[in-house]
């Protein structure tokens, strides 16, 4: 399949281009700045594009069979909290520019905020998320506020008639790691025991998704 990737310099969206073009497909890669175009670029075609605008997207993706958006708010942690609400307003221009090409999928990667971790309460309302940001996963207080942007970004998938799927992971912190291909699957509801999992194997469910497709217009999760 044609398949283009935002984010693509990141550390999950660098890891879906290379499962990507493992498995045989059609990659082009995109981000706002053509000065981090790698060096070495493979059979991968690098284009500039502005996430956070629909009419570039939607010029970006024409031709395309999958749009994958792994995007960040910003670049480190006190960046992607000044930069909260650019979740929301990419959710709104990806929105907008399949509204152009009703035929393209979309798969979004967002956090696991939004995840249940009992019927009808997700973790970023508990009681204990704020313990969980700063002892759990070391992050200020504040990053409650991307949290909650992601959630709102999904809830905008939610309400289009897009051929969207949204992948929350279960992890509180995705890194680089081994690339084992095994994984659990879940829906609105957190993972439990031991969820942490590898870039890698995030791309791998992802990918996974991409050549099988099982919620469509639906979140689901993964965990180790």
Do not use: C
Not at 136 to 151: I, M, Q, S
């Amino acid at each position: 399949m044609n398949i283009g990737v935002f984010g693509a310099t990141g550390v999950i969206g660098s890891r879906v281009v290379a499962e990507a073009q493992h498995r045989g497909h059609r990659v082009t890669a995109f981000t706002r700045d053509s000065a981090r175009f790698p060096t070495e670029r493979g059979d991968t075609t690098w284009r500039a594009a502005d996430w956070l605008d629909a009419d570039s997207i939607a010029t970006a993706i024409a031709g395309l069979d999958v749009v994958i958006s792994a995007v960040n708010a910003g670049h480190g942690i006190a960046d992607t909290i000044a930069k909260a609400g650019n979740f929301v307003v990419g959710a709104r221009a990806m929105v907008d520019a399949l509204q152009q090409h009703p035929e393209i999928r979309l798969i979004a990667v967002g956090g696991g905020g939004s995840l249940e971790v009992s019927p009808g309460l997700q973790l970023v309302d508990t009681p204990d998320f704020t313990r969980v940001l700063t002892e759990e996963l070391r992050v200020p207080a504040e990053y409650r506020e991307p949290v909650l942007a992601g959630r709102d970004a999904l809830n905008i998938y939610r309400q289009s008639n897009r051929h969207w799927t949204y992948l929350s992971p279960s992890s509180g912190r995705i890194e680089p790691g081994p690339r084992t291909g095994r994984y659990r699957l879940g829906g609105d509801q957190l993972l439990d025991s031991d969820t942490d999992i590898s870039a890698e194997d995030l791309a791998v469910a992802l990918l996974d998704e991409v050549d099988q497709p099982r919620h469509l217009q639906r979140r689901f999760t993964v965990g180790r």
